[in-house]
């Protein structure tokens, strides 16, 4: 049954992935050639890039070099959601939103004992999900790979909090994306940093805190698992807040009209727009997968929960299985109560 149920759920995750790309490219793939022909342009000296091609000036410092075309893509891509004002930040803010929870769950679950394969190294899929969108790498690569290669466990109470703190540069270069002068260097620099490899490849910080040894005490233990429970409420917390901002920005401008909101966010939405409905979408999905692969009421429960909390929903319930996973683990490593030594 388990073999069946892992198959299951890892061949749904990978059809909805393969759909997302399919689907991205057939929206976006059109309007972004140009733009990726004109990034990937060597003969293009950028002091006469906005000049030569029309397109708006990127700041290459930040895409470490070999990033530099993703700079350059994501930087007029974040330029079309800012001259849309209200959609393009409802869905990217949707984006964050949903990420609050994600960010603490790919670092949670990569820092628990015996995990393998792909879900040991997010910064590895964060970049792919910046080359192809996070509704193509999640579900594609990530949701099956923790299918098959999950660890046991709690984790260090500092890579708990860590996770929270790793969200929130996301949160702070959005603002200033869609409220700084898009002709300013402050601008061009955040939407840099904001899309491309910087904001991923800070998850490096947490390559020293290893996984928990056998040894612990489960004294220790259970301060380790409300540590991971209280990183999912704060992140939770942070979410409800952004939820609550982007339910009163879509109300000013399309009141209780939800169709109108559906029509400007995808039915009629430009390419940009679109891909990040997309990526809201099949994100906030695949962590659902995530969560029903290890509980089904979980699950429901998380589904009956956002329409009134937002995507922290599944935060909250996450939380709620943290003390699941250290059942786990304890059954799997035969720990005995012992005096916590810990300092």
Not at 15 to 26: H, K, M, P, S
Not at 249 to 277: C, E, H, I, Q, R
Request: hydrophobic content about 50%.
């Amino acid at each position: 049954m388990t073999m069946k149920k892992q198959a299951l759920f890892a061949s749904a995750s990978v059809a909805l992935g393969a759909w997302a790309f399919y689907t991205v490219n057939e929206i976006s793939g059109p309007g972004f050639e140009p733009i990726l022909a004109a990034c990937t342009d060597s003969s293009i000296a950028l002091e006469d890039f906005a000049k030569q091609t029309g397109y708006h000036v990127y700041e290459p410092k930040v895409g470490l070099g070999a990033f530099n075309f993703l700079v350059c893509l994501i930087t007029q891509f974040l330029l079309e959601l800012r001259k849309t004002p209200t959609d393009g930040l409802l869905v990217w803010g949707g984006v964050v939103v949903v990420s609050m929870t994600y960010c603490v769950m790919v670092y949670i679950e990569a820092g628990r004992n015996y995990t393998k394969g792909p879900i040991r190294y997010p910064m590895i899929v964060g970049l792919l999900g910046q080359l192809f969108g996070i509704s193509v790498a999640v579900p594609l690569l990530w949701v099956p790979s923790y299918i098959y290669g999950r660890g046991y466990g709690p984790v260090p109470v500092l890579r708990s909090y860590s996770s929270v703190l790793l969200a929130l540069p996301g949160i702070i270069l959005t603002a200033i994306v869609f409220q700084a002068d898009p002709d300013g260097y402050l601008w061009t620099v955040s939407a840099g940093i904001l899309g491309g490899p910087l904001l991923v490849l800070s998850g490096a910080l947490l390559w020293p805190i290893t996984p928990i040894t056998t040894e612990s005490s489960s004294a220790s233990l259970s301060y380790e698992i409300k540590a991971t429970q209280k990183a999912y409420f704060v992140s939770a917390a942070i979410a409800i807040a952004g939820y609550m901002f982007l339910v009163l920005v879509a109300y000013s401008k399309y009141g209780t009209n939800l169709f109108d909101l559906w029509d400007a966010v995808w039915t009629n939405a430009n390419g940009s727009v679109a891909f990040m409905t997309i990526d809201t979408i099949v994100l906030y999905i695949s962590i659902l997968s995530f969560i029903a692969f290890q509980s089904a009421s979980a699950a429901f429960k998380a589904v009956l929960l956002t329409p009134i909390v937002g995507p922290a929903a599944a935060s909250l319930v996450l939380a709620e299985l943290e003390e699941e996973q250290a059942q786990a683990y304890a059954f799997r490593s035969g720990l005995k109560e012992e005096k916590d030594k810990r300092i």
